[in-house]
């Protein structure tokens, strides 16, 4: 044992020259190769790695802004290819809309200001179908379900009544809703486009929308009727009439104020008849979903003939020839 310690002490024991620096032979060479080279501490190697980290950033950063710059230039040289129409992506830009822009434009609808044209100051040559299918599909069902809730309150008295769910009248593809609603606000702006389109050829002076635009434009001014068609289901009859012409009041105004400033160039006679015809197909749909949907209590009321006899004399019996 103690020879075995012996030794352990002397390998563990070193001398001052074992202790001092030595260099090693291939850094000796690099050194003797190059003796302006300097060695970098483990900081400055980090903080060259985070500089071509920056510059590699950089260089993403230019090629993305080149890129978008060759899209712009391509979109306005008309060199870009279009997609198919009957490809998603066609459609895939019309719905690219997000909900602060829905809600601004569901704003504009509701709250008409003079001098503020909805396609200017809402659209901004940015019309979508998002928006407006939404609208008109709640629409059909606020009108539906509170039509079914109103004829419920206004019978529920009468122990002779059954209630029966009528929701055919609205969720069915081809029920008198969706018909009246999809229709008035595809139809109607595709009819009020071509009208336009034609004037605009024989008289330069009137100017015209696109066909998306004046879709958009149909469509959000239909969103006053959501909130309207719920209100509804309250049995009085002169409110409901007063909500109509409130409704009517807002949205139509919509319209005038929007497809005015395009058609006042024109003859007069024309201009109005425009107007004219705008706000009655507007008026129609309202006054028609309000009379179909949502009766009154004198429309309920059926007249009953009565066969039984006079009182007083049970034997007498009625000759019926």
């Not at 909900?99 to 200017?120: A, M, Y």
């Amino acid at each position: 044992m103690d020879l075995v310690d012996t030794d352990w002490k002397k390998t563990a024991m070193a001398t001052p020259e074992d202790l001092q620096f030595q260099e090693f032979e291939e850094a000796a060479q690099l050194l003797s190769a190059n003796p302006e080279a300097v060695t970098r501490s483990a900081r400055d190697l980090s903080s060259v790695k985070r500089e071509r980290e920056r510059e590699s950033v950089r260089v993403n950063v230019n090629l993305s802004e080149e890129e978008g710059e060759e899209e712009e230039a391509e979109l306005l040289s008309g060199q870009k290819k279009q997609p198919n129409f009957w490809s998603f992506d066609y459609y895939q830009s019309f719905f690219n809309i997000d909900t602060l822009q829905v809600l601004d434009r569901i704003k504009g609808s509701l709250l008409p200001l003079p001098g503020k044209n909805f396609v200017k100051h809402h659209l901004r040559n940015n019309p979508d179908l998002y928006g407006p299918f939404w609208i008109c599909a709640t629409l059909v069902f606020t009108v539906a379900i509170s039509g079914n809730l109103s004829t419920f309150l206004l019978k529920m008295g009468d122990p002779q009544y059954h209630y029966r769910p009528q929701f055919h009248k609205g969720v069915s593809v081809f029920c008198p809703a969706w018909l009246s609603v999809f229709c008035y606000a595809w139809l109607v702006p595709l009819a009020l486009w071509g009208f336009l389109q034609w004037r605009s050829s024989s008289n330069p002076s009137v100017t015209s929308y696109s066909f998306l635009e004046t879709v958009c434009v149909y469509g959000y001014s239909l969103f006053i009727y959501i909130p309207t068609s719920i209100l509804w289901i309250i049995p009085v009859d002169w409110l409901r009439w007063l909500l109509i012409l409130l409704a009517m009041a807002l949205s139509g105004s919509v319209l005038v104020l929007t497809f005015w400033p395009v058609i006042r160039d024109d003859t007069k006679p024309a201009s109005i008849a425009t107007v004219t015809a705008i706000l009655l197909l507007h008026a129609l749909l309202a006054i028609g979903c309000k009379m179909y949907f949502f009766q009154t209590a004198t429309q309920m009321m059926m007249p009953v003939a009565s066969l039984a006899p006079p009182t007083g004399n049970p034997n007498i019996t009625l000759n019926q020839s």
